[in-house]
């Protein structure tokens, strides 16, 4: 698999766009940042839990490991491109994707709700 195919799949989702993070190009959904391509398109990167981090690992060790550092720790994975399945790299996108989306919708129900003049919403 190359950049280009991890672009498009990505971009594949409902909602994404690609922007810049870092000199690199990022994926986004709700401006929550789900996938990226490291410099040098040889890696990608999916946002993953650690539990969904574990099992991509442990299942395709040729395929993924931990980013560096607490960003690995949290579930950030890096993708080798050389190596991966298409299958495979579609399933960690669309998690991440989920992911993203979760998180983002949860985060705006935890808005305080504004009140209305007199004390009552």
């Known amino acids: 698999m190359g950049p280009d195919d991890f672009r498009r799949m990505a971009l594949a989702f409902d ?29 990608g990167m999916v946002t993953l839990t650690p539990e969904q981090q574990r099992e991509f690992i442990d299942g395709h060790p040729n395929m993924f490991t931990p980013e560096a550092g ?32 979760t998180k983002g919708i949860a985060k705006r129900s935890k808005r305080p709700r504004s009140r209305r003049p007199g004390g009552k919403n």
């Open 70 to 101: 607490a960003w690995g720790r949290a579930g950030s994975t890096r993708v080798q491109l050389a190596s991966v399945l298409e299958e495979v790299v579609g399933e960690a996108l669309t998690l991440a994707w989920q992911n993203a989306v």
């Open 15 to 43: 909602g994404v766009c690609e922007s810049a993070h870092m000199g690199h190009p990022d994926f986004r959904v709700n401006n929550r940042i789900f996938a990226t391509l490291h410099t040098g398109d040889r890696f």
